[in-house]
């Protein structure tokens, strides 16, 4: 990937930054929260990793939809967020997890196909 055109511009280092910092944002709370279940015993306390990585999620979506001007990103951004919402209110609520899989495909399997089939072949 070093020597792929565009890796240098403004835009490609941002989007870099603020997807890598998305990933340790929720590796932080997957640590967390297994540190909260081995420490106190807490076994629902995995339950919340779906909620923040949905709100991570959703605030690089519509990074990337801003910063590309891609706009049509910006409502899968706003979709991640919602479903960021609704785990939080489903927590600890066994059909969560349902509920996780249709939003992964919603935000996270459309858009990504999307974008991947809208990179230059010498891209991809």
């Known amino acids: 990937m070093r020597h792929k055109p565009g890796r240098s511009a403004i835009g490609n280092r941002i989007d870099r930054t603020i997807?890598?910092?998305?990933?340790?944002?929720?590796?932080?709370?997957v640590a967390g929260t297994l540190a909260a279940m081995a420490l106190r015993g807490?076994?629902?306390?995995?339950?919340a990793i779906m909620a923040a990585a949905f709100g991570f999620y959703g605030v690089a979506l519509l990074t990337t939809a801003h910063m590309s001007e891609q706009r049509w990103l910006a409502s899968f951004g706003a979709l991640s967020l919602?479903?960021?919402?609704?785990?939080?209110?489903l927590n600890d609520e066994?059909?969560?997890?349902?509920a996780a899989a249709l939003a992964a495909i919603l935000v996270l399997v459309i858009p990504g196909a999307a974008m991947m089939r809208h990179?230059?072949?010498?891209?991809v």
Do not use: F, H, M, Q
Request: charge should be neutral.
């Open 19 to 29: 997807w890598r910092a998305t990933a340790w944002a929720i590796l932080s709370v």
């Open 42 to 47: 807490d076994t629902g306390a995995p339950n």
């Open 82 to 89: 919602a479903a960021g919402s609704v785990l939080w209110a």
């Open 94 to 98: 066994p059909w969560a997890y349902l």
């Open 119 to 123: 990179e230059p072949k010498a891209t």
